[in-house]
């Protein structure tokens, strides 16, 4: 009977160790994660906490969180079976925020005005536009049919020469809803390093101005090297473990502070490695050009949100009010296809060139090192990853099949928003000649003229 007793007891031992090595750290990305998207869902795109829920945060291990909100403090509270507790603060002007000690009383009260000067000339109509039947029919197949759950796209829009041509949105989403970008975020903070550039805060072959960065090797990384994502640094970006990038998201008050702070891995310039980090040194770099956080929070508002007419955006910030560049911007379906509209023309809007033409040239073109798959911030088809994409097509890519496509040749911006659990169920190959091919029909009937930079239809 000792025996016996003294096995089990040693059996239960073991699988404690277990879960405490190989499962209880994985348990704080679960809470983390439960509580950042749960925030920033109800209290920046303004949906329930049910439908959130289920949409969401409906896939793997999540649903073994237990999640508490509070609507009037806006703040989430998450855990898995009361283990690594994480809340999440919505603050305005900064979005939402994963806090890993007591919510300080500041924190609840903290707020950021946005830049609220007049926002350019809204291009588009008030009312949703369906497009021929073609182009309809396009759209609406990557929609789920009744019963199915499979795409869960939330928004649509289609531009060619700078009209929306067609556009279509899931159940309790709008023309101004804001939805999570995910890693298109990488692309808006390649842009605004852009409007730096043309301001002559720095150059691409100078060593960037990276603070603990000085007196030592990493001291020589470029800023066309951070850009390109290859600096060299030695990043692990794997999402299910405790990696940099966990740790970074949901561990960390200082995000860029955090990722600037690893080690050489490979020579810089020499070895292209995807890394969120790498963006999220960028976000920091940016705010040493203001000389306050308001002036730094205002910039891509001042800079290319407002003078493009994009009202919906939000960038959210960590702990520490540095933007998370990487991966946390928000906008509606029409205002990603805007700022794909001022890459497609060259950074000019409005007879305002507000990017370089020539940052433009250099973020759709890729570095050596990815071998045609990534230039700066944004995703090249050089690699031929899409046969229905032409060579010098580009696109800002999100998690769970975010996309916003330059078509260059059509003059076509494609923009995709979802919450697609497998990305490889939402063939954007296939459905992207559809979308090209229903174009056709449009481009035959209209003609257009260009007017300052956004093309004008004639009726």
């Not at 159940?171 to 808006?188: N, V, Y």
């Not at 000019?348 to 940052?359: F, G, L, V």
Request: glycine share 8%.
């Amino acid at each position: 009977m000792k025996k016996t007793l003294t096995a089990i007891i040693s059996l239960l031992a073991l699988v404690g160790l277990l879960f405490y090595i190989f499962l209880y750290p994985k348990l704080e990305i679960i809470s983390g994660y439960n509580a950042k998207i749960l925030c920033s869902c109800m209290f920046v795109t303004g949906l329930s906490q049910e439908e959130a829920e289920r949409v969401e945060l409906g896939f793997g291990p999540l649903w073994l969180a237990t999640n508490k909100a509070d609507a009037g403090q806006k703040v989430i509270e998450s855990s898995v079976f009361g283990m690594h507790k994480k809340k999440a603060v919505y603050r305005e002007g900064q979005g939402c925020v994963v806090m890993n000690k007591r919510i300080a009383d500041e924190y609840l009260t903290t707020s950021i005005k946005i830049y609220d000067a007049d926002y350019g000339a809204e291009i588009f109509p008030e009312k949703v536009i369906t497009g021929n039947q073609s182009m309809q029919e396009a759209i609406m197949r990557v929609f789920d049919k009744e019963g199915s759950s499979l795409l869960q796209s939330r928004a649509v829009v289609v531009l060619q020469n700078g009209e929306i041509i067609g556009e279509a949105y899931a159940s309790g989403i709008g023309t101004e809803t804001p939805l999570l970008g995910w890693s298109m975020a990488k692309s808006i903070t390649g842009l605004l390093a852009g409007v730096l550039h043309k301001n002559g805060y720095w150059n691409l072959d100078e060593p960037a101005p990276i603070v603990g960065w000085q007196n030592d090797e990493r001291g020589q990384i470029t800023l066309r090297q951070i850009m390109q994502m290859t600096t060299g640094l030695d990043w692990e970006e794997d999402y299910g473990k405790v990696s940099n990038a966990t740790a970074m998201l949901y561990r960390e008050e200082n995000m860029g502070e955090y990722a600037a702070s690893v080690s050489l891995a490979h020579k810089p310039g020499e070895t292209w490695l995807y890394s969120s980090g790498t963006t999220n040194i960028l976000a920091n770099a940016l705010s040493d050009a203001f000389s306050t956080s308001e002036a730094y929070i205002n910039f891509p508002y001042a800079s290319i949100f407002a003078p493009i007419g994009a009202k919906t955006f939000l960038l959210e910030t960590d702990r520490s009010g540095h933007f998370v560049g990487s991966s946390y911007a928000y906008a509606s379906a029409r205002d990603w296809a805007k700022v794909g509209q001022l890459t497609l023309q060259h950074g000019r809007w409005m007879n305002e060139q507000i990017i370089d033409s020539t940052w433009i040239d250099f973020i759709r073109t890729p570095s050596q090192a990815s071998a045609g798959q990534y230039g700066g911030q944004v995703w090249t088809n050089q690699s031929g990853k899409y046969s229905n994409l032409d060579p010098e097509d580009y696109w800002f890519d999100g998690f769970q099949g975010q996309q916003v496509a330059i078509l260059q040749k059509e003059k076509m911006v494609v923009v995709r928003l979802g919450v697609t659990y497998d990305e490889t169920d939402f063939d954007f190959n296939s459905w992207v000649l559809e979308i090209k091919n229903a174009a056709k029909e449009d481009s035959e009937t209209n003609t257009v003229e260009i007017e300052g930079g956004i093309p004008k239809l004639n009726q």
